[in-house]
Each structure stands twice: as C-alpha cells, then as structure tokens.
C-alpha cells in the first residue's frame, strides 16, 4: 500500500509547566487554546489557528529537554516573510528567550532561506523561517546547515 496523500498533522510536546507553556505558545505564536484539560495527572493543551490543530502540549516531564537523547531535534515554522521573522524576533526578546545565534541567519551559506533559532522555556529547540531574505545575513557555519547544529 502506498500513501498517497501525507501533510504532518500535528506535533505534541511534553512540558513541565502547562501554564508556562500555553502563555509561551499563544504569544510567540498566535495560537488559541482550543481544548484544554485540567484534571491532576492529564494536563494538556491543544493549540490551533484557523480552526487547524497545531500543538499539543502535555504536562509529563520533570526536566527540560536534553540534546544528547534520542528524539524531537526541532520545530520549524515557516512564516512568509522575513519581516514576521524580525517580529517574531521582538516578541521573544521581551519574552528573554534563548537564541542560538544572534538575529537572523540563513540556512546555509549563500542561501535565501533563514530565520531564527531559539528554545522554548523547557529547552524544546524551535525555528521560526521565511523563505526568502535571510541571503545578505552571514551564515553561523560554514559547509553545513544552520538548523541542523544548533
């Protein structure tokens, strides 16, 4: 059998702090809350925009997300301009959020793509990008993707 038709649906997150989380999410990123449950033990959050399903966040960590293990390395999101990067951007540094790099950068060296790359507040690595306008902007690494060693 072969699939035919195939998008990614959504993405789920294991948190430590829902509330931390959800406030997190809905400012940097526009999303709504459109399901939530609050019962000790099941605490969750479904995030959308325009109707779609986007995020789930679960409250089942006790620690922050580690790099040296097996998993999820990061989540991108492309947007369509590199001015809503730039916005994003704002949006984060008064939130006093963790960058890789500093501002903007390209995917690669000599490449239009880039964004930014930064952590949420469980050290869960996310990337806002627009395809186009990061190409005057040097690049973090030579001779190997931005996103890939961050």
Request: glycine share 12%.
């Amino acid at each position: 059998m072969t699939v035919n038709t195939l998008q990614t649906g959504h993405v789920g997150l294991n948190v430590t702090d829902l509330e931390r989380s959800i406030a997190f999410y809905t400012r940097v990123f526009g999303f709504e809350v459109t399901a939530e449950g609050k019962e000790e033990g099941r605490r969750f959050a479904f995030l959308g925009r325009d109707g779609r399903l986007l995020v789930t966040l679960w409250q089942q960590s006790r620690d922050v997300a580690r790099t040296d293990l097996a998993g999820l390395h990061h989540l991108s999101f492309q947007v369509e301009s590199i001015e809503e990067v730039r916005t994003a951007e704002q949006v984060l540094r008064g939130l006093d959020a963790d960058f890789a790099y500093d501002g903007v950068v390209p995917h690669g060296e000599g490449v239009a793509s880039g964004g930014i790359f930064f952590s949420d507040p469980d050290g869960i690595r996310l990337e806002i990008y627009a395809p186009s306008g990061a190409e005057t902007a040097p690049a973090p690494t030579s001779g190997a993707p931005t996103c890939g060693f961050f």
